[in-house]
T-cell receptor, first 116, second 108 residues
Framework: EAQVTQNPRYLITVTGKKLTVTCSQNMNHEYMSWYRQDPGLGLRQIYYSMNVEVTDKGDVPEGYKVSRKEKRNFPLILESPSPNQTSLYFC???????????????FGPGTRLTVT | GQSLEQPSEVTAVEGAIVQINCTYQ??????LSWYQQHDGGAPTFLSYNALDGLEETGRFSSFLSRSDSYGYLLLQELQMKDSASYFCASTGGFKTIFGAGTRLFVKA
C-alpha cells in the first residue's frame, strides 16, 4: 500500500529534551516536506527536500532541523523543544512535476506533539 | 508577503452546490491545489489547476484565473460526508503555501 508513515503519532515531552519525528514514504517520491498545523493558521511549511541531500527552509524553520540521507526518509529534529512548538505535525511527499511544482502531495497521519 | 485568503466557514444544505473561494498573493506562482481534511485526519489532495479554466473531477471542480489571482473549489450534490475543512495551496517551485482553510458544514 502506498503510504507516508510518521512516528510517533503522539508525543508529550519537556522543554529542552531533544526529539526526532520520523517520516518514511514508499512511493519513490523525490519531494518531501514537513508542516505544522495550528488552529486558524492552516498548514505552514517548516522544511522541504527536493531530493537526497537537498533541503531548504519553508516559512517557519526556526527551532527545527531536517536531513535527507535516503530518498524514502525525512526525519524532523527538534534539538531543544519549547512550548511554542506544541502543534500537529504532518509529513508529506510527492513527485516533482514540470518546472519543479509539487502540487499533489500525500500526507502522513500526523504527529501530535506537546511540549511542557 | 505571500498569502492565500479563503473564507473561514461556509454552511450549505445536503444536495446543494457550494463554492469556496481563494485569492492569492504569492511570488513564483505555478498553480493552485485543493486539499480536504476531515477532523482528526490528514489532508488529502482533491484538485490542481496550473492553467486558467475549470478542472472537473466527479462532484468536485476547481477553477483558476491567473489574471485575477483567484481560484475556487466547487462542490456539487453535497453530501454529509463533505463536511470537512478545505485548503487551497499555492505551489511556487518547491515551496508550498497553504491558506488558513475553510470549514464546510453540510446540513441535512
Amino acid at each position: 500500500e502506498a503510504q507516508v508513515t510518521q512516528n510517533p503519532r503522539y508525543l508529550i515531552t519537556v522543554t529542552g529534551k531533544k526529539l526526532t519525528v520520523t517520516c518514511s514514504q514508499n512511493m519513490n517520491h523525490e519531494y518531501m516536506s514537513w508542516y505544522r498545523q495550528d488552529p486558524g493558521l492552516g498548514l505552514r511549511q517548516i522544511y522541504y527536500s527536493m531530493n537526497v541531500e537537498v533541503t531548504d527552509k519553508g516559512d517557519v524553520p526556526e527551532g527545527y532541523k531536517v536531513s535527507r540521507k535516503e530518498k524514502r526518509n525525512f526525519p524532523l529534529i527538534l534539538e531543544s523543544p519549547s512550548p511554542n512548538q506544541t502543534s500537529l505535525y504532518f509529513c508529506a511527499s510527492s513527485f516533482v512535476a514540470v518546472a519543479g511544482a509539487s502540487y499533489e502531495q500525500y500526507f502522513g497521519p500526523g504527529t501530535r506533539l506537546t511540549v511542557t | 508577503g505571500q498569502s492565500l485568503e479563503q473564507p473561514s466557514e461556509v454552511t450549505a444544505v445536503e444536495g446543494a452546490i457550494v463554492q469556496i473561494n481563494c485569492t492569492y498573493q504569492t511570488s513564483g506562482f505555478y498553480g493552485l491545489s485543493w486539499y480536504q481534511q476531515h477532523d482528526g485526519g490528514a489532508p488529502t489532495f482533491l484538485s490542481y489547476n496550473a492553467l486558467d479554466g475549470l478542472e472537473e473531477t466527479g462532484r468536485f471542480s476547481s477553477f483558476l484565473s491567473r489574471s485575477d489571482s483567484y481560484g475556487y473549489l466547487l462542490l456539487q450534490e453535497l453530501q454529509m460526508k463533505d463536511s470537512a475543512s478545505y485548503f487551497c495551496a499555492s505551489t511556487g517551485g518547491f515551496k508550498t503555501i497553504f491558506g488558513a482553510g475553510t470549514r464546510l458544514f453540510v446540513k441535512a
